[in-house]
C-alpha cells in the first residue's frame, strides 16, 4: 500500500478524531490513522518508518488534511498538534476534497 494523498485522509481523519473521542494530539491521530488505512499488522509496515521516532511522511499529510478540515468548519485547531471535532461534524459524514472545494467557492462567492 502506498501512502495516500493528503485529500484521501479526511474521512480517515474523521473517523480516527471519532474513535479517540473528539479530540487528539497529531501523534495519537496518525497511530489511529495506521490503525484504520492498515487494519493488520503485515500492512502497517507499509506506513511505519522503522527505526524513526515519527511517522514524518504520513504526519505531514495528516496535518494537511486536518487544515482543510478545519476550513470546512469540521474541526477546530486546539494547538499547533491538536484538533478536536465541531459541532458541526456529523457521526458518519464523509467529505471530499471537492466538498471543502465548493465550500471554499461559497464562501469566496458570498
Known amino acids: 500500500m502506498q501512502v495516500p494523498k493528503f485529500y484521501d485522509l479526511m474521512t480517515p481523519v474523521l473517523r480516527a478524531m ?3 473521542g473528539g479530540y487528539a494530539h497529531i501523534d495519537q491521530l496518525t ?3 495506521v490503525k484504520i488505512l492498515c487494519p493488520t499488522d503485515t500492512t502497517r509496515s507499509c506506513l ?3 527505526g524513526k521516532r515519527r511517522n514524518t511522511r504520513l504526519e505531514c499529510l495528516t496535518r494537511y488534511a486536518c487544515k482543510y478540515l478545519c476550513c470546512y468548519g469540521v474541526l477546530k485547531p486546539h494547538s499547533a498538534d ?3 471535532i465541531t459541532d458541526r461534524y456529523e ?3 464523509d467529505i471530499t ?3 471543502i472545494i465548493s465550500e ?3 464562501r469566496f462567492e458570498s
Request: aromatic share 4%.
Open 31 to 33: 497511530a489511529e490513522l
Open 97 to 99: 476534497h471537492d466538498d
Open 91 to 93: 457521526e458518519g459524514m
Open 104 to 106: 471554499a467557492l461559497n
Open 82 to 84: 491538536a484538533w478536536g
Open 48 to 50: 511505519l518508518q522503522p
Open 18 to 20: 471519532d474513535r479517540l
